[in-house]
């Protein structure tokens, strides 16, 4: 009896021990500033491109950067006139001859200022550029290449452009669009709005038709057989729809979480990502939820293989979900890649001849030489069933292997319990010993204040804000009870009635002006920290400093 007691305050002792996460050794990194990467690097044989968006001050802007595959940066192309955010992801096109004439090798970049440009990736020089309507931003949808011409989502609609010169083929006015990329089907463009429209133009750039849809569409549509896939995007929740290209009927799929990713088609598998988590799609007479894995995804994904993609945590302290898929689209097998700069991400990871480069919210790149690094295994609906069984297992094996000892049967006892614990321990230990880390993980980063002597004492230990506007500061303090930096500055606001104007944005809620002033946007720092969330989802302490100031 003695061994059998110790043999059970080993097994959870065991199961209580926590394990480390595993990364591959990084070749090299480097900080590009104070801005985003919210896009994709972008890579050939010879360079990873990489570009800046975000919040920004002083003389800081962002920018696209060409680094060669060692880490040496080759060239820097500023923007000096663009806004906030630009989000356009990057594209590569080889040099080629079409109908409209013959092109060089090109990087093509889509600005919030309504620019767009075709730059040599040699060495970042204008080929040509081109401006696009603008309206609070210009372009930050992905453009589509075709043949000889790129079609690009501007803040109004769409243009096509040949690739040799930037000359205009059509121009289409639609409606206001965010991160509306375009897709090509049924012999027609497609893409979406912030109207909650989705809109048809013809090859010929003459609009249509436009459907109603129940919310904003901030992706390109995506064809599987003959219907589009869409996550429509609500003010706290999103839809997942299929719009059926020969009966024109649109579908709802199912029901989800905010703020949707980009999604991601794997073959015949569709991946979407939101707030609530990742949820794989297919379509046979009728499409239908295949499977789904609670996580945060509100980017881009990219997939390495036919069955793997790589998906950015949008939470602090993450770093990418690598999901394997089965011929079925059930996520058999789900884990982390760690890194050192791990943190809030809405970008995609890049590969090219062994190579893997990764940019993060915090505006890190970072590049390794292996596409297949060890990661933190993290249990998908399938591995959570076989550890239920485990613990159903391990209780039977307790009850029988009481019984016996009762009945005197000491050894069968032991023979049964032990094998029982040899088999549980091998399904249970990762993923219990996982959570258990999980949970002990605590954020015990100091934090800073800003407090002016000139403030009441009566304010000490509530919530400030401070608006830095044109005609003076103004600081109201003694607020309490807030839990994020949107809901403290609205009541703050409401105390001096200035007037608040917003934007939804694929990275949540954006300022767009204080009292009328708009100028070239908004940004918040807490406790003097330049803040690095949107304003509904950065969490504050009781006790904060929140300062708005002009970009």
Known sequence: MRRFALLCSLLFAALLLPTGTASASMNWSVDLGPGYITTSPVVDENRVYVRTSGFW??????????????????????????????????????????????????LLVGWAN????????????????????????????????????????????????????????????????????????????????????????????????????????????????????LHVQHTTSS?????????????????????????????????????????????DAVCSVIDRLATKVNGEMASTSPLEFYAPVNAPDEGWMVVQLNATGWMVQAGTYSTPHDGYGTSSPAMVDGWLFLGNDAGVLMAYASLSPPVESTPTNQQNGWSLLGMMGLALALGGSSRLARGGQFSAAWRLFSLTVLAVALLMLPEVA?????????????????????????????????????????????????????????????????PLATEETG????????????????????NGERGALAVDDASIDSTVVVRWSLA
């Open 57 to 106: 001050t002083g003389s800081e802007r962002p920018e696209v950067k060409a680094f060669s595959h060692d880490g040496s940066l080759v060239w820097t192309y500023r923007s000096e006139t663009t806004t906030q955010h630009d989000m356009a992801p990057l594209l590569l096109k080889s040099g080629g001859t079409g109908a409209c004439g013959s092109w060089p090798d090109l």
């Open 114 to 229: 309504g620019d767009f440009l075709a730059l040599h990736p040699s060495n970042g020089t204008q080929v040509w550029n081109l401006s696009t309507p603008v309206e609070g931003w210009g372009i930050t949808g992905a453009p589509l290449l075709e043949d000889d011409h790129v079609v690009v989502p501007t803040r109004k609609g769409m243009m096509r452009l040949c690739l040799a010169d930037g000359e205009v083929d059509f121009s289409v006015n639609l409606s206001l669009g965010w991160r509306n990329g375009i897709t090509f089907a049924d012999g027609s463009y497609w893409t979406g709005s912030e109207t909650g429209h989705l809109w048809q133009v013809d090859a010929d750039g003459n609009t249509v038709n436009s459907h109603n849809l129940s919310g904003k569409l901030r992706h390109a549509p995506l064809q599987l057989g003959h219907r589009l896939l």
């Open 239 to 283: 839809t997942i729809q299929t719009y059926n290209l020969t009966s024109g009927v649109i579908d709802d799929i199912h029901a989800s979480g905010g703020a949707p990713a980009l999604p991601l088609l794997m073959g015949e598998t569709v991946v979407f990502g939101d707030n609530d988590g990742l949820t794989t799609v297919r379509c």
């Open 434 to 498: 996982q959570t258990w880390s999980a949970t002990l993980a605590e954020d015990t980063a100091p934090v800073s204040t800003e407090w002016n002597e000139s403030w009441p004492a009566a304010w000490q230990g509530t919530q400030i804000v401070v608006f830095e506007l044109p005609e003076g500061t103004l600081a109201v303090g003694g607020l309490v009870g807030h839990a994020n930096v949107w809901t403290l500055t609205q009541e703050a606001a409401q105390k001096h009635n200035l």
């Open 507 to 526: 990275l949540g809620l954006y300022l767009l002006s204080i009292n009328e002033t708009e100028g070239s946007g908004w940004e918040y720092f807490l």
